[in-house]
């Protein structure tokens, strides 16, 4: 899902260094790295970036279906057909 705003055991705010620890990572320094240049120092801060999975793009496309069953059918047969 989304990355949590804050930091679920000290409540810093970690939301806004996320993309900025993804950009660091790719451009080839260790998280390590970017986490000392970020000055996300806990480890309660590491291990909550570190685990986040994005899934947002996965979920976007069954958005506003709650309420049109057939549509949500279609888009799931859709979405894992082009997964195999
Ligand atoms: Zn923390």
Redesign the pocket.
């Known amino acids: 899902m989304l990355i949590p705003v804050r930091?679920f055991?000290?409540?810093?705010v970690l939301a806004p260094l996320y993309p900025k620890f993804l950009e660091l990572v790719k451009s080839g320094k260790s998280p390590e790295e970017a986490f000392n240049e970020l000055g996300i120092d806990?480890y309660?801060?590491r291990r909550?970036i570190l685990a986040h999975v994005d899934l947002y793009k996965d979920l976007l496309p069954f958005g506003g279906t709650l309420n049109r069953p057939e549509r949500l059918k279609k888009l799931v047969q859709r979405y894992f057909e082009g997964k195999k």
């Open positions: 930091c055991s000290c409540g810093k806990r309660c801060c909550t």
